[in-house]
């Protein structure tokens, strides 16, 4: 065998010796990862093979098992410690399983979490990161970062048709200085033009609609840029479930197998440096995988296939590997159809090549299926089949090139004990200036890449292909819709779809808050549009820095913590998640750039009547403008004091025990009809979603202050400005005004302004003098005009 | 009257199919989505159909130019039986990349006389564009006879829609037999080149032409993607009411049941 495959020595090797074959090979294993391996084939009285070691690596990665989340770690806390057996277990699973919402079908369990949409269909959502990638080659990163969570919903139960792409982009800023950008790392305009045209180019073609999603800067993105790419599937609810069955055989179907990718698993798990070659990144071919779609889901509902996957991270060794994990596969890689020949058995196991599927076909319907994908030019290739021997078995020409036992590379993984820390900052006063000029700061504000209008990249997307968008990204006169609403054409009767996120740069300063704000965003973005605070799921993807700093993973526990806490308080479940870790870079100097602690929330609910659904803009001059919520002088982190250049200052804390009786009651009232106009605050606090609501529907808005219901806040900059969590702005009818407040009896509501027809903003500011007043041309120019394509 | 049998072409790439069955079936017709290659193998007859539709996508990737691949298998190794069912006077549609597909087979302008060459261009603004515009219905086409001179709305999506004719002999003879369909136009249904009511920056702000017999349509806005209320944009404004991507179809499966 020794033409074809390589063994390993790893015997009696030391430490420091087994760290550098770890380097030297790209595995991203740890001393005792490579300890465990060397002690297992030391039972097994021989060295591994390079194809053993590779599976092992892939296996073991952080990006396919997430080992930090679920290691053990000791945990001090303000100089009390503690500790947690598993985190993950402990906090968002628990949370879970506590709830046990009767919509949830399949959580955490299969490529994507699976709720309820009515009797019939069940919906699959799943949002993964591509940011290692996007950095190095920001086209090529990011369109396969789409094609990749594609797959992922299409192989998740017998396959869910994709109905929805969601993305969320964090970039470092646009107008950063060329001549201080560290080596190694691309300009962030180039990172933004190429990942926005990578994921327009991927999802326009595969005929799946782009119609959600967010885009923050900050320094803190500069070498490491963060891609969230989510898709949201449909699917009959009979097509839940699978399982292979020895005997079935291994199908590969989709593209065929390069050099491409080699390694993206294991350089994922890693940090970032000058240097990194571009092989790492896959080569995506939207039409191919379209094709692939296409006939998959003719094939789901013929049940030519018992069970499938996609092939990710890791390629092969781990879609079989995973696929085999309790049966056992022989595989003979020979087969696997190439783009070209000189591949290694190796490289074959673990190419990452995009658009490729891996099936588990009953052998009765070998003929049918094959035949089903000639039909419409589909590769489609036999490798091997399942077994009941517990064991992967790779082959190459008639040769064993490897044996792994499933038991072994699912669980021989060592649990580490981690070190995590926790101090809690103590908030710094803030001074505010003594004078403000609201209006201008409102203006700064609305032209703030963060809030500004995202137009130009939104048209980019198809947002309206396969004709179900109904509450499209853009509303009224292209103003900035909370959430996307779909009305699946294949189910019948009013229910609609709603999907939304949330999203801050709260984490630097408190963790905690930083995800229940996130949680909170997500929930109200859902509400504001109609769907169902009662009915809702949410999904976590969590972007940290160097969890090998124990104040990073400490910052990584208060965050998990907010989601068990948020997530039972608001009776709504996490139903799938992904961490992506050691998003930092090291420049030449060796200076760590890390991003900041990031947790993205994507939220799915559905809304019961689609008809009654309401989007931001201002509908009718003459409506009361309510305040729902309460607003606190909690200006930490908020875009006003970033304006300023301030720092300092309470970050929102998030009330959830009132907040959801506020979503209750509004879901309520929205559902009644008894709502024009609804619009959350988020970025730039009340004056920001007043003014929004003004220009997008071109009507003006008089607000009066005093009128608020404002308690201890004393500087008219903190009501405007704050970003304090589960508000709401709402427009209703004069006679509904009585209607609209018995349903929110008892949560804190104020009628503080109305809608006019002349098109400007006014505010009377706490002290009875208008503070603001402003054409809405004017506010809607500095919105519209400020980020450059 | 029975129900049309519609058949919908699809290939790789092709993905309004499954929108455009949709909005078939509620227009009355009975629509079959069908693979090219099963044309191709002659397992079904486009002579069996009273209708074809090809509908938008990026078929084949869109590789060498917007429907060129699609438009070359056509004419190389179908062109008998397409343009026979055209010339029969059967009704053809092409939505956006079928547009392209259709001017590209030479289906379109399809003048009695011959001459004249079309194509669907990149945008003025060089990318891909998602927008709703306002169309004034125009010519003399029997396919759009539910819609005469009325001004509609329907959403354009793509990166390849500027249209253009190989000189302004062609323009005029569009013009003068009526077969230009649809033209990009302000609210109030006058015809413009102002972006981003011409959101491509189309000659004469053509957006849908028709072959000279009419029964030929090619028309870059989505039909398909207008027919529910709720598919406006601005329907909880009250906007969007009458639904004109489904009176669209209605009015080509009117003629389809007709013929």
Known sequence: MAALVREIRIDGLKRKALEELSRKYLLALGPEEMEAIQAHYRGLGRNPTDIELETIAQTWSEHCIHKTFSSRIEYREDGRTELIENLLKETIFRATRELDRPYCLSVFQDNAGVVELDDRYALAFKVETHNHPSALEPYGGAGTGIGGVIRDVLGVGLGARPILNTDVFCFGPLDYPHDRLPAGVLHPRRIYKGVVSGVRDYGNRMGIPTANGAILFDPGFLANPLVFCGTLGLMPRDSIEKEVRPGDLILVIGGRTGRDGIHGATFSSLSLKKGISASVVQIGAPITEKRLADVLLVARDRRLYSSLTDCGAGGLSSAVGELGKTTGAEVHLEKVPLKYAGLEPWEIWVSEAQERMVLAVPPEHREEIAALCAAENVEATFIGRFTRTGELRLCYRGETVGRLGTDFLYRGLPRLLRQAVYNTPRPAAVRLPEKVDHAAILEKLLSHPNIASKEKVIRQYDHEVQGQTVIKPLAGRNGPSDAVVLKPLAASGRRGVAVANGINLYGRLDPYRAAANAIDEALRNLTAVGGDPDRASLLDNFCWGDVGDPEVLGALVRAARACRDLSLAYRVPFISGKDSLNNYFVTDDGRHLSVPPILLVSSLSTVPNLERAVTLDLKRAGSRLYLLGETFPELGGSHYLRRLGLEGGTVPEVRPVPARERMLGLHRAIMDGLVLSCHDLSEGGLAVAAAEMAFSGGLGLELDLRRGGFKEMERDDQVLFSESASRFLVEVEPDRAGDFEARLSGTHLAAFGRVVAEPHLSVIGLGGGEIIRSSLAELGRAWRDALPW | ?259
């Not at chain 2, 053809?92 to 060459?117: D, M, S, W, Y």
């Not at chain 2, 001179?149 to 002999?169: Q, R, W, Y």
Request: hydrophobic letters at 40%; a neutral charge; proline letters at 6%.
């Open chain 2, 1 to 259: 009257m029975s129900a049309p049998r519609v058949l919908i072409l699809r290939t790789a790439g092709t993905n309004c199919d499954l929108e455009t069955e949709h909005g078939f079936r509620l227009a009355g017709a009975k629509p079959d989505r069908v693979h090219i290659n099963r044309l191709l193998e002659r397992s079904v007859r486009l002579a069996d159909y009273q209708a074809l539709v090809i509908p938008g996508g990026f078929s084949y990737g869109d590789d060498l130019s917007a429907g060129k691949v699609l438009a070359n298998e056509l004419r190389l190794k179908l062109k008998d039986d397409l343009f026979a069912f055209a010339a029969a006077g059967r009704p053809v549609i092409g939505i956006c990349n079928g547009f392209q597909v259709l001017v590209k087979t030479g289906l379109l302008p399809g003048f009695n006389a011959g001459g004249g060459r079309l194509t669907l261009t990149f945008n003025d603004s060089g990318h891909f564009e998602d927008r709703w515009v306002h169309l004034r219905c125009a010519g003399a086409s029997p396919l759009l006879e539910g819609l005469r001179n009325e001004t509609i709305s329907l959403p354009v999506a793509h990166g390849e829609g500027k249209f253009l004719a190989d000189g302004p002999e062609t323009l005029e003879r569009l013009k003068a037999n009526g077969q230009v369909a649809l033209q990009y136009a302000t609210p109030e249904g006058e015809p413009t080149l102002e972006f981003p009511a011409n959101p491509n920056g189309s000659e004469a702000a053509v957006a849908a032409v028709t072959n000279q017999a009419g029964n030929v349509l090619g028309m870059m806005p989505h039909p398909e993607r207008f027919l529910f209320y709720y598919s406006h944009p601005r329907w909880t404004r009250g906007e969007g009411k009458s639904q004109d991507g489904l009176r669209l179809i209605r009015s080509f499966v009117r003629y389809a049941a007709a013929g």
